[in-house]
Every structure is written in structure tokens, then in C-alpha cells.
């Protein structure tokens, strides 16, 4: 069974940064891409960010130049370094197998004040 677990959240201030880390267990973590979503509060979970198993990346137009995917297959763990961060970033941020979600993590929040 694999498991999820999300961190590196916090309360910052629009402008500041954040990590989070996803780590993967129970699971050949390397073959799979990979993705950050996130779900504000009354809104739908959206896709954030991906990374392939060979590195390549892609964003959601409202993170581009401000978020960056990244992946280390020796610790089964994915990155989002977050910069710039704006009020509207605020949410959940969820990690998960883009492809075939494997079991959603509990997340880890994210809230940024104004």
C-alpha cells in the first residue's frame, strides 16, 4: 500500500517562500510521474505542478515563475519550492501519482496572508 505524507506548510506572508516534501513509501517511487495539487477552501482540488520520471515539468499558468517541481528517486520524495507566494495560493497542497492517483495523504496547509 502506498502512502503520502505531505509538509512543510505554514502561515506566511504574501511575498515570502515555502518547501513542502512529499514522501512516497511502499512503491517504486522512480518510474512514476508525479504532481502537486492543491484544494482551497469551496473549490474544486486543481493541478499545481508535475514532474515526469526523467525530470521534465510543467505548470498551472497561476504558479508559472513563482513554483518549482523537483524529485529525489534516492528518498522517494517530490519538492514544491514556492516563491513569491500570493493570498490566493492559500490551501491544501496534496501530492500524488499524476497518473492512477495512488490514496490521498492528509495534505499539508498553506496560508498566506495578505
Known amino acids: 500500500q502506498v502512502q503520502l505524507m505531505e509538509s512543510g506548510g505554514g502561515l506566511v506572508q504574501a511575498g515570502g517562500s515555502l518547501r513542502l516534501s512529499c514522501a512516497a513509501s511502499?512503491?517504486?517511487?522512480?518510474?512514476?510521474?508525479m504532481a502537486w495539487y492543491r484544494q482551497a477552501p469551496g473549490k474544486q482540488r486543481e493541478l499545481v505542478a508535475e514532474i515526469t520520471s526523467g525530470g521534465s515539468t510543467s505548470y498551472a499558468y497561476s504558479v508559472k515563475g513563482r513554483f518549482t517541481i523537483s524529485r529525489d528517486n534516492a528518498k522517494n520524495t517530490v519538492y514544491l519550492q514556492m516563491n513569491s507566494l500570493k493570498p490566493e495560493d492559500t490551501a491544501v497542497y496534496y501530492c500524488n501519482r499524476l497518473l492512477a492517483a495512488w490514496s490521498w495523504g492528509q495534505g499539508t496547509q498553506v496560508t498566506i496572508s495578505a
Open positions: 511502499g512503491t517504486t517511487f522512480r518510474f512514476n510521474a
